[in-house]
């Protein structure tokens, strides 16, 4: 895949470092120089379009807000926004030719270097997102270091529409979530009943056998968020090989969902794990067995 390619499937913004590794060097430089990536600070890159967001905010007297001051500010997202998406000040009135090619909201918000403070950013996002998307910025955010404290607090004293939303969000996010992806894995499972999944728990049964993405401990179940990265050559693939069978030989049920399915077919990976969870709940219920 090209750079491009691999920034949106990381989130829209990736250390450097990830890029090299993913794409190579030549490639990685190539999409400097003609602007398909641009620097966002603290070694990191953001698609080229972040750097059009100030641009576009400007253009209406705005800032960056929403997805797109997350991705300013270092924090992958799920779903990159197809246009800027920009605050404007309550009052300001525009035409429709300026209206064209952002996303706008309307409030009185402080700033800095453009886009919306890191806590007005998430603010935006836990309680104006779609839920997935939301989980995903908030886990981006304690990622990188926003105390989650911080995050607690800014969802609970929210008011009006979305504020529930934002606190149930605060609720769940948490920093072990290790990209976006996985955060909307987590977000699905998280919707399903009987299901209680937790992030990068260490597995021993009784020895230790792994620590996948996702593990509902009471149903015996990991979840695997597989990326385009997983496998880095036959000896990688080995090794999961190997970690799978373990679980499975222990009684186990292990669960791989690819990104597509997660960014594009929510609903299917859904029915998925209320199967899932139906069919372990009797297999692992002993009163249900002597029914």
């Known amino acids: 895949m090209s750079v491009v390619e691999v920034l949106e499937r990381l989130g829209g913004v990736a250390p450097r470092r990830d890029l090299i590794r993913l794409c190579d060097r030549a490639s990685f430089d190539r999409a400097v120089v003609a602007g398909d990536v641009t620097p966002v600070g603290r070694g990191a890159y953001a698609l080229g379009a972040a750097d059009e967001v100030l641009v576009a905010a400007h253009r209406v007297g705005g800032v960056a807000s929403h997805r797109s001051a997350a991705l300013l500010h270092g924090w992958p997202v799920l779903h990159v926004p197809a246009l800027p998406e920009v605050t404007v000040p309550k009052h300001r009135r ?8 952002v996303t706008l909201h ?4 402080a700033a800095v270097d453009g886009a919306t403070t890191p806590e007005r950013t998430v603010l935006d996002c836990v309680r104006g997102l779609p839920f997935l ?3 995903a910025v908030a886990d ?27 606190r149930a969000v605060a609720r769940l ?9 996985e955060s909307g894995l ?9 299901l209680a999944v937790q992030p990068q728990v260490p597995v021993y049964d009784p020895a230790f056998l ?10 015996k179940t990991a979840l695997e968020a597989d990326s385009f990265e997983w496998h880095g050559g036959r000896d990688a693939l080995a090794a999961d090989a190997r970690r799978y069978n373990a ?45």
């Open 94 to 101: 525009l035409t429709a030719q300026q209206r064209r090619g």
């Open 106 to 109: 309307w409030a009185d918000v």
């Open 133 to 135: 998307d939301a989980l």
């Open 140 to 166: 981006s955010a304690l990622r990188s270091g926003l105390p989650r404290a911080e995050l607690l607090a800014v969802a609970r004293d929210a008011r009006g529409p979305g504020s529930r939303q934002a």
């Open 173 to 181: 996010a948490t920093p072990l979530a290790a990209n976006p992806f």
């Open 186 to 194: 987590r977000g699905i499972a998280s919707q399903v009943g009987g």
């Open 210 to 219: 792994g620590r996948p993405d996702l593990v509902d401990v009471r149903l």
């Open 247 to 291: 679980f499975v030989a222990h009684g186990w049920l292990v669960l791989r969902f690819c990104w597509e399915d997660v960014m594009f077919h929510a609903d299917e990976v859904a029915a998925i794990l209320r199967a899932v969870v139906e069919v372990r709940t009797e297999q692992l219920c002993l009163t249900c067995r002597g029914a």
